[in-house]
């Protein structure tokens, strides 16, 4: 009885160790499996800190092209009027940060007179190319490149308002630890600016037809007028006669009726005569900014 006693014991110890093992190999498997998705975390997170930083070295792409289109706009420039056409001009070359003189490049897009790369500054920016490189001193592993394309587009609603068109695309790139891999991040941008802003208000096909019957007959005006697209405030004219001792001093202001861009006025009750007019046209968002065309001769 005894020694069955301890047989049975034996084997007891047996499964004892059985199921300490598969214990153990569980134990094992889950927490290698706990490494690895611990491992695929911490390896996402470092991506989003580098992923940042790259996309910061975008960033300072973005800025750079913007700061130059503002700053280095030369005097007397015509068309676009833009400075970063003249960046590889402008940008200090002792700069360690400002560019790779050997990656800046400036080309006129086709069907634009060719001017040579990088020689003097551009009056004229409406259809150029820029590409720069720029690796930062201080972080040589952080670097970003650019290409900025100037072009002209015209605003759907009024053909005459003129728009300059800079599309910005800057990558950076950022490898923030020895054997990580390079993460890149790359920013888009459109910026118009109206290059008609300032232009004054054009009046075009205007004429009085001037009066020489007698009493009673009506005085006609009419004008086109192109606002470029910003709305006219008021459209004013101011008729003249030749019937009085001093022709220069104008009779009355007319404010008539502006429709469809065309003003129109009837001034009744006038002396018979011959007349002119001149017609003053204000812009609808900067009221100061006016344009008067003169002398307008009857018909």
């Known amino acids: 009885m005894n020694f069955q006693l301890s047989i049975f014991n034996s084997s007891e110890k047996g499964v004892s160790l059985i199921i300490t093992f598969f214990i153990l190999v569980i134990i094992l498997a889950v927490v290698l499996s706990i490494s690895i998705i611990l491992y695929s975390e911490i390896k996402i997170i470092r991506n989003i800190g580098d992923s ?15 700061y130059y289109d ?6 007397g420039a015509t068309g676009g009027k833009r400075g970063v056409c003249n960046l590889c001009v402008a940008c200090p070359t002792d700069d360690p940060n400002c560019y790779d003189p050997n990656t800046c490049n400036i080309s006129k897009n086709e069907g634009d007179e060719v001017q040579n790369d990088c020689e003097s500054p551009f009056t004229v920016c409406e259809n150029c190319t820029i590409t720069f490189n720029t690796t930062l001193a201080d972080f040589p592993k952080k670097t970003y490149s650019v290409k900025a ?5 015209t605003s759907p609603i009024n053909p005459s ?4 068109n800079l599309r910005i695309y800057s ?11 390079e993460v890149k991040r790359a920013i888009q941008l459109d910026v118009q600016k109206d290059e008609t802003k300032n232009t004054l208000p054009d009046i075009n096909n205007a004429f009085i037809n001037f009066k020489t019957q007698e009493f009673g ?5 009419s004008a086109d007028i192109n606002a470029h697209g910003h709305g006219v405030k008021s459209v004013t004219a101011h008729i003249y006669s030749s019937n009085y001792d001093n022709p220069n001093v104008p009779l009355l202001p007319v404010s ?8 129109t006025a009837t001034v009744s009750g006038l002396d018979a005569g011959i007349y002119s007019a001149d017609i003053t046209v204000c812009d609808k968002n900067i009221p100061s900014k006016c344009y008067t065309q003169t ?5």
């Open 256 to 263: 008539g009726i502006f429709s469809d861009g065309t003003y």
């Open 149 to 153: 394309v100037v072009s002209q587009i």
């Open 52 to 66: 940042v930083v790259a996309f910061y070295a975008a960033d300072s792409g973005v800025e750079k092209t913007l």
């Open 217 to 221: 007959y009506d005085i006609f005006i």
């Open 295 to 299: 002398n307008i001769p009857g018909i």
């Open 70 to 75: 503002r700053k280095a706009v030369p005097e």
């Open 161 to 164: 308002a003129k728009f300059s």
């Open 171 to 181: 990558k950076g790139s950022y490898t923030g630890v020895v054997g990580a891999n």
